[in-house]
């Protein structure tokens, strides 16, 4: 296997890193540890690496159908890109050979404890103490250790957000995470409860498989088609680096010119502006719902039965529900206090560095359009950077110290985001990537 120039060795010692997950966040982690020479420890709950782009991985939430909704283009790392043969938006069989091609490349697998759950992470005391790191090994023996620090990357996709219904349903109602082929809709009447891009690529599987299919929905969505001009959408304009108010307009109108108004297929009219929550990256679903082989409905008032009310009053009759309700941010072995959670999720500077520890980092805890691997790569190497320089007394990383524990502002570029917990970790691409690449420059010379 190919090695890094001057790779730091993976050890469980005092002075190595505990690093949970080696999915895309945790393996762009690993690689930057160890160019970075930072000793570190990984452990990864399923038996290879990819995280839930694997689908055989015990915790993985993909479906037979499923597919980047971005292009390879925009979501590669930089260093490690795609191979030419790779569709324009790859499925998830692609992405799990891809990360393991990135691990093979960059000698990560030997970095990490597979079939290994952490159980549970505690520090020792004030930052900078260690941390004492327990986990369940593969034949179930049950280990500790000490370690100098704790890296996050368990995913963010992973534990269902399942609602709360009021009655009771007689049929079929599982969370999109329990869904895995079209086959499970085989001759049923099929409601998909949430739009979001999950919601609308089950319910454009469950038109070719279903009796019915119906889309309950609450609120409105702006939907992007995947192509353009015969090219990705997201690779085309570019307009990020334009203010938000100008970029809104050159892309609503471009919308307009090639989704039309969705509105006249039966979706509700968004109540907020284009880019205060994520769009849908669909083709498929207006040009079904124009078919009428889908019906669009709005939000549900109760459930008895095999009859589902709506809040307009209607109702219908379905033999199955899946809620495509999104998933709900989890790190089950650390108490939330040390996460200095709020709200929806901790409250991190640049979603990754705690205010006042420096021994403890969450990765990969960041959402943003367009922002693909690459921007989590940057986020892993500011962390790398970050904890070298506070070693080695770098002005910059002492900088960065005082300024998070004095406060610090979520990067929206000034965007509103609705207030849902799936938008509690969302920044805005350009302007969270400009933050994070010139901290990352500023250690890079402060180390000279």
């Known amino acids: ?9 993976c050890a469980s010692t005092q002075e190595s890193y505990a690093l949970i997950g080696a999915g895309p966040m945790g393996l762009a982690m690993a690689k930057v540890l160890r160019e970075q020479g930072i000793p570190f420890q990984g452990f990864e709950l399923h038996s290879d690496v990819g995280g839930v782009w694997d689908m055989t991985g015990p915790r993985s939430t993909m479906y037979e159908s499923a597919h980047l909704i971005s292009s390879k283009t925009m979501t590669e790392f930089a260093d490690f890109p795609m191979p030419p043969e790779t569709p324009d938006y790859p499925s998830h069989r692609d992405m799990r050979q891809y990360f393991q091609a990135f691990a093979r490349h960059f000698d990560l697998y030997r970095c990490y404890r597979f079939q290994t759950e952490v159980v549970k992470a505690e520090p020792l005391g004030p930052s900078g103490k260690g941390w004492r790191i327990a986990w369940r090994g593969p034949g179930g023996e049950q280990e500790e250790a000490v370690f100098k620090g704790l890296l996050i990357a368990n995913g963010t996709l992973s534990t269902p957000n399942m609602p709360k219904f009021q009655g ?11 869904y895995k082929s079209a086959t499970q809709f085989d001759g049923k009447r099929v409601l998909i409860i949430g739009a979001g891009n999950s919601g609308c690529d089950i319910a ?28 990705p959408a997201d690779t085309l304009g570019r307009t990020t680096s334009l203010p938000m108010w100008l970029r809104r307009k050159i892309d609503g109108v471009v919308l307009n010119w090639f989704a039309g108004n969705p509105q006249r297929y039966g979706f509700p009219k968004p109540d907020y502006k284009l880019y205060e929550s994520h769009p849908v990256v669909n083709s498929l679903i207006l040009f079904h719902a124009g078919h009428g082989d889908l019906k669009i409905r709005p939000d549900i008032d109760r459930l008895d039965g095999n009859t589902v009310h709506f809040a307009d009053g209607s109702a ?9 309700t999104g998933y709900v941010l989890d790190y089950p072995f650390i108490s939330k206090d040390l996460l200095n959670w709020t709200g929806a999720a901790p409250s991190l500077y640049l979603n990754c560095m705690h205010p006042q520890r420096d021994d403890l980092f969450v990765l990969g805890m960041v959402e943003a359009t367009g922002l693909g691997w690459q921007g989590r790569h940057e986020q892993a190497e500011l962390v790398a950077r970050y904890i070298t320089g506070l070693q080695s007394g770098n002005r910059e990383a002492d900088n960065i110290k005082r300024y998070k524990a004095n406060g610090f502002q979520r990067e929206t570029g000034g965007v509103n985001y609705l207030n849902l917990a799936r938008m509690a970790y969302y920044v805005d691409k350009k302007t969270y990537r400009t933050s994070v690449t010139q901290r990352i420059t500023a250690l890079k010379e402060a180390a000279r």
């Open 1 to 9: 296997m190919p090695q890094v120039a001057g790779a730091a060795p």
């Open 168 to 178: 009771d349903f007689s049929g079929e109602l599982i969370h999109s995470a329990k």
């Open 204 to 231: 454009v599987d469950a038109i070719h498989h279903a009796k019915s299919t119906d889309l309950s929905m609450r609120r409105g969505y702006y939907f992007v088609p995947k192509y353009v001009f015969g090219k």
């Open 316 to 324: 219908a009759d379905y033999d199955m529900i899946v809620t495509a």
